[in-house]
């Protein structure tokens, strides 16, 4: 399965734009980079997912290097309810998500 | 509100006994995922049906069960508990033929004492 690194955890103050990470460098060429995020003990929700083109929602944008070894999934106007674990997942086995232990953001007042 | 249902949404029970969890799909969709998410552990994958028919497996024991039923809910049954069996449930559904997007469902709690 592709490994993923995000940091463990980051801030961000209301209003401004939330930027988290992730780090898939044995990404191979036809799997996608999915975003997830969980709210304080809810379900999981989706965010995102893109292949090697940007992407954009109404919730959230997901930009990808050109190499496509990390993306960044954008938070345009973060809000006190963007507090979360975002989790970012590339390998998708017959619909299996692996979650790994994803970025706690904290969107500060 | 994703349009996936669980029931119940808390459950405490004692070590040995036998507890059956319900999922409820969005309409339309015909997987069922079951995932376990523990505190040492994290979110885990444990099993996922697709139109009645069991698809893939994850990390599920085999004290675990699980069915999907021709109007398409689920049942995860959990037996001879142990207080490690303590954890989130959460089934999730997806769209045919879009499995990598899936809605959640708020949960079941279970505790075991």
């Known amino acids: 399965d592709a490994k993923t690194t995000q940091p463990p955890s980051m801030d961000c103050a209301e209003g401004r734009a939330a930027n988290l990470p992730c780090n898939h460098s044995?990404?191979?060429?036809?799997?996608?980079v999915y975003w997830y995020r969980q709210i304080h003990s809810q379900g999981p929700q989706y965010i995102i997912h893109?292949?090697?083109n940007n992407e954009t929602n109404e919730m959230a944008s997901l930009i990808i290097t050109e190499d496509r070894k990390s993306s960044t999934l954008i938070l345009p106007h973060a809000t006190l309810r963007d507090t979360a674990v975002y989790y970012c997942i590339v390998r998708v086995v017959t619909g299996k998500l692996i979650f790994g232990q994803g970025t706690t953001l904290q969107v500060k007042p | 509100d994703s349009g996936v249902t669980q029931t119940p949404k808390h459950l405490i029970t004692a070590t040995g006994q036998r507890v059956t969890l319900r999922c409820s799909p969005r309409?339309?969709?015909?997987?069922v995922y079951w995932y376990q998410q523990s505190l040492d552990q994290g979110l885990q994958f444990l099993i996922q049906y697709y139109n009645g028919e069991e698809r893939a497996k994850g990390n599920i024991l085999e004290r675990f069960s699980a069915q999907q039923f021709p109007d398409l809910h689920s049942e995860l049954n959990l037996s001879s508990l142990e207080l490690g069996d303590s954890a989130l449930y959460f089934c999730?559904?997806?769209?045919?033929?879009?499995?990598?997007?899936?809605?959640f469902g708020p949960g079941t709690r279970l505790l075991v004492l």
């Open positions: 044995t990404i191979s060429g036809n799997e996608y």
């Open positions: 893109g292949l090697k």
């Open positions: 309409s339309g969709d015909l997987s």
């Open positions: 999730a559904s997806s769209v045919p033929g879009v499995e990598e997007t899936q809605y």
